[in-house]
């Protein structure tokens, strides 16, 4: 009745509140102390220059929802009359997504290219954030038993399909795998304690699926700038440009989501990092801006050296040069437009790594103004709405700074390939390689192979650089193995070794493998071209690095296999 | 544990020793140590001693050991005591498979192969006869023919206490009057179809209030001077009857007050036709009304720019807009709707209207500009229980969108502060989507507001929102309460107990549209014969065979699920359609019938809807035994006759025990 009453009040006040709202004029106030929403959001860019002129570009983007209660269950209680739930600049459909499919951690990674660590030292991230060339999932997901867990997973895939415009639903239980020492992989990413308390008779599964080589490309970035509360209009969001970024040597994008719950208010939030990195080279880009199309340099700029054969008709042109200067605007085809205001408290920064400041300079500009500072670190604060731009120079570009670039020697190089050529056998060689001459490196290695690559575990020959070693030496290098034998059509070959690489050493694992016949229906429509591998994940677990796991991804590998003639039942005559 | 390590390094990785050599020297062992023996066993020649049994036989068939043999065949026969066997062992064996055959193995086969047709007809035939209109072969009049089946009971309380004068026998004569009255309207308009009676209570010592918090209709008397009635159903559901001493004297109370009863609470005048046609209120729209129990209230504040925002739904529980607007709201829907609200601010977003050049009056230019699909990223389609409205307040930034006064805009207020007055309520404009939201569309730009100075966040208060709510609200009741337009703001109580009573028979009669598309899924589907049998028969014959494979078999096989649910949604529907017609309902009963009636709607959606079914594909385990006992026979019976005939049979040779037996008794 009060109810019925109030409503009645209501609807005759719209009345007096249009007719005499003379003294109701505060509408809109601009109040900081309003706006105590507990979501946010945050953003950063770091600008790698490395040895021969590549640049490193990283985006990392933090979001926070507001506090959402995680279990529908306990959410949609029978007495309440109405439920809430807010989301300030947090993309409303992630919550959907993770509760129709009860997953509570996820993480997502396009990697597109391979990392050369020989040349670029260490991956961003310790490489946590970057899978192997192609699509790559991890996730946490609460359920009864492992069929539940699969039945989760396979409707997170085809939401994800949808989400991401990617071929996610094609990860299905002939390529997930659980992973066993868990800790290895997920250390420091999830904490256990914050994660929400489980449901009576339900378990954690971590879970995780690849597609190597799953094309990657603009479509694939514009979910990723949907997701920022600046859409990529403005920020340094403004900077992506699905041209630059996909054009580059080598590419990653990733999102991090995780469920993180305060117990004592019994409210949870989500987390979610998104990093986009990419690498190019800055004389190479450059000329590209400058010459869209492949053309050969005009004679009269092109610079000759004198000191080798130079007539009319030969010209040996000299190495590039040592010095340069350019605006970021120029590579990344974009300025910054206005920095991010949707967070009070946190700028948008800009750091320019790894270069010695007597032979570089920086600066940024912001309304034609340039300004410089002496730790190449920039904060984007202008008042008013203001176009910014970063200006980097160099008198030697050979000239970096000496400490970072030791610090990203990577800790172990690791390759991959398959030997033999016939088309119903070979082998599988992984070589890792410890640059390292003072210390050992512990690694985990992390192999899934589809089940029509039958691998001869029993046949596994190691060898080393080292030849000291001897035969019970080198088996003794393998201190823990784990091996989850595939089932035809339904599971993979698992495999995770612990294994260690001795200083200086090259270690060198060997396995035969069967390639079968499939059934006529599995082949692929390009059977010819044939069949993609996923990356194997290698983890180094090593006291050295900060307790920070350090991930490389290997080549994907290209399985050729035994394919029948198409053409041929078409080619019979009626 | 060390050894079972050495075993899986020697045996399973074997990289110690080569493998090669360790199983050649085990075939070696293997080929000496059992090979040979069993070579030897399996080869040897099986010589038994024959001597004994030879002499004896010459005893028992001298003739034929005889030197020169002429009669041999009466020698034989002098030999013989014929005696004829019962049967031979062949022959039982024989009969007994067969009698195995027929009495277990027929039943048995006959049970597995047999389609799982539960027996649904006795279910439909009942079924015809209580929703006959559905099983018509043509079908004009659904809507009514449906109502016509529908006994409804209706409580109205009449408030005899404390009148001017004291009426006996006023309750009873205005029953009978309501009765006849409302057959009269049902044979005299024709319209009407539901079979409608209301039961007229005396209020007695409750007092009129608790007839006002729980909407239940009551009539009061009131003494005046002259005849005529007044009514209230916006708040409650009151009619005020007022009567003079004549109408007491000349008895006419009792057709006054029913007449106010039925033409303000139950019927009303329908709008084309003649002034005294009377329609049930009950009956509008009955079947286009799709009730879901749970309501989403979207609430978007959208900004294009790069603003931090926040309004003031901030902290629920102390938003002014909320306690004040949308909880009030929300409770009067209590028992009737579950909400759901999300509130969501989206930055540098503008619905496709930052570019708009048209006029803002122009609806037709706004429809075609403005970008809806934008805010529905749900990777999922929702389920029937829900249903989603929107509020949308979005700043477009657009410099083409004059402050125009408009007939869609909310109208003007005039700002005399000159403070920090940035926005009023006149500078939006409004626009509706029928089934969908309200949009509310800023027409300055957030970045001139303030001169010089650049702003930083901003904050939407309550007091422009409740004008703006209020208006979304308005728009909304008459989608809540499937009510016209103009009620919401005159008969709020009235159109949401209507509505309840409407969106009863609503879910029924979904209910019994999906209980008749279960039976026509059933029977009508036509039965698909295999093409390659089809070759066998004569094409004229074809037509007659697909009419008889009808008339005699179902076209899909039943799961029990099906079955059972089924006879559930039927026993609740009638027992619901039993609790209508009985006395002493009251508005919250009616609404514990609405929440029942849904969940058999929803249970008999399940059932039309069920994967298998609809597929065809539905196989019982029994159809997986059946398949797999030919198989499973054979090699059963083999491996069991095997087990028992090695159990049976002696250790040792019959021959060699006889023999051991002779030597015995020699001893």
Redesign the interface.
Known sequence: MRSNSLFLTLFLSIITVLSTSKANNNNIELNKNDLTSSSSFQESLDINILPRDYMLSSFNFKLQSDDIIPSTSSFDTNDNLFTFRKYNGFPKNIEPLLNSANVKTLFLKFTRGHWDSHKWGKLPKNGFSSGGSGVELWSLIEAKDKTEAMDNWSMLMSQLSGMFCSSFNFINLEKITFPKDINSYITGKISVDSLPPLTNGNSYFLMRGSLANEPICTENLSPFLKFLPTKGKVGLASLLDGHILFDSYWNSMSIDLNTVCDFDSERCHYDMKIDINFMINIPKSLARTKRPTPKPIPAEELQCDTSKKFTEWECFPLPDKKEYSFFISEIFGNSIKDRSRLNLLSKSNIRVLGIDSDYWNTAIKVNDELLGTANNQYELNSEAKSEYDLYISTTDNSKLDSNLLKANNPPLHVSRSLTGNSQDKGGLRVTFTNPSQTRDVIIKYYETLPWFMRLYVSSLKISSSDENLSDSDLENLITDRFISLSEIRSKPLHLEYTIIIPKGTTLTLQCDLEKPLLNYEEYPPDANHGFEIESALVVVLDKYFNNKNYFIRTPTLLLSLATPDFSMPYNVSP | MAFLDSVK?NF?????LS?RRKASLSVLLIYFFIGLPVWYHLTKIDQYELDPLMDSEKLKTPYLFKENNPKEESDFLKEINLKIPNLSLRRKASLSVLLIYFFIGLPVWYHLTKIDQYELDPLMDSEKLKTPYLFKENNPKEESDFLKEINLKIPVNLNLTNTFYKFPDLLNSTQRELDGLLGRYKDEYGFNSLNLSIELRDVGNTPA?WF??NNEYLVQLQHDSYMGNYIYL???LEVVVQYDDRSVYENVLPTLVANSILNHFFFEKIDVANEFDRRLNLEKNVVGLKYTPKIKLVLNLIIND?????WD??D?YQSKVMQ??L??????F?GVY????????????DLNLKDWAGAADEIDDLQSQLDISRLS????VDNIEDRVLNFVVVFPENENLGVKNSNNS??E?????D???????NKFLSYNLPEWGSVFIYKGLL?K?EEGK????????D??L??LF??FL?EIFPILASSKKEEG?EQ??FSITKFIKKAILSNIYRTNKNIKAVYDMIYKLPVVTDESLNGLIPEEYQPYLQEFMNKFFPSLSIPQKIHSQLVEVISQRDILLEKLNTMGNTNDKFKQYLKESFSFYKLSEETFFDHEMVMGNYKSLKHIIAVYLPLLGPVCSITIGGVIQLLKKTKKDPLIEKKEEKIKKEQ
Do not use: C, H, Q, W
Not at chain 2, 306 to 310: G, H, K, R, S, V
Not at chain 2, 338 to 349: A, G, P, Q
Not at chain 2, 377 to 380: S, W
């Open positions: 390094r399973l990785y074997r990289e110690n493998l209030e006002y918090e916006y708040e409650k790069n603003l931090l925002a926040d739904l901030k629920f004040e607007v909880l009030p709201f929300m409770e009067m209590e579950k909400f759901e609200i999300e509130s969501n601010i989206l930055y540098n977003e990223d749900r990777a999922f909310i109208e207020t005039k700002d005399d502060d403070d920090d007055v940035i926005i009023s309520s970045s507001l650049d702003l930083d966040s901003v904050y939407l208060k007091s422009i409740e004008p209020i208006t308005k703001g709020v109580v």
